[in-house]
């Protein structure tokens, strides 16, 4: 079955990366013309629980190099003097941006991209090409400029210029180490021990979208996790125990310490990034 609801694709040219990006890109795609960039939607449901909605399912880093890469595959075989490299939100290339570009969808004031049909519930896959490929005139919706995320955003990390990811809960719950005092505070609220749904929950563009029909999304969710499923396992035990999930790869040290901070305990011991 086909994982990705739309495809589009956008001119390298178009997507004003800097020194840094396209050095990187370079690397991987030299002479890179064009990204061909798809969306994979993964809305499950809303049951119950303290993982983001986008991290109960398969990883959907995963999930997209196994979609893509038999695709770059085909187009290897079409077009052997040219390059083909799968990305799956792991790189600086700036994905919401290409998408825009490549017409499947607009920017919402909360930094993500929204599609029409399924919100703003997608994970974003390119194919960095060293192929020119014309890219079709689409019109997609716009964010309606409703300023429902803005104020349903429990850090106020969504101002003028877009998301601040220094306050954002989304990278705060996955990120190791200490945080500060001001960010325990926002940890010891927040009802997630993974992630952050609240701009995309009140978003409207996100009422009544369609299930995702892709298995990996759907079967075998993880809704929550908590103290004791997390009680003395080492990095590899967790990896182990939790295998091809995205709220792995910081290891268990980072949900140890957001659950800590929610039932209010003294969080010292859960820094350990064992
Ligand atoms: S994910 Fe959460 S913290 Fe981040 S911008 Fe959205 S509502 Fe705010
Ligand atoms: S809540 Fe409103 S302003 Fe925010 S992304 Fe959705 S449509 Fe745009």
Known sequence: MQEFCAAGVCPVSALGLGAHEREWLGRLCPDAQSVLVYLFPYFAGRRPGNLSLYARGRDYHAVIRDALTPVADRLCERHPAHRFAVLADDSPLPEVRAAVLAGLGA??????????????????????ASLPIAAAQQRPRACLGCG??????????????????????????QRGGDVSAEEAALLRQHPLAWGCDACQTACPMNRDVP????PAFRENLIDSLDADALDGLTRRAFLEKYPGRAFTWRGPAPLRR?????????????ENPS
């Open 258 to 270: 957001n659950l800590a901070l929610q039932r209010g305990a003294d969080t010292q011991q859960t």
């Open 211 to 214: 299930l995702t029909e892709t």
């Open 148 to 173: 429902a995320c803005v104020r349903a955003c429990p850090a106020r990390a969504i101002g003028a210029a877009g998301v601040d990811p220094a306050r954002c809960l989304s990278a705060l719950t």
């Open 107 to 128: 920017a919402g004031q909360n930094g993500l991209l929204i599609h029409e049909t399924y919100g703003s519930y997608v994970v974003i896959g390119t194919i960095a």
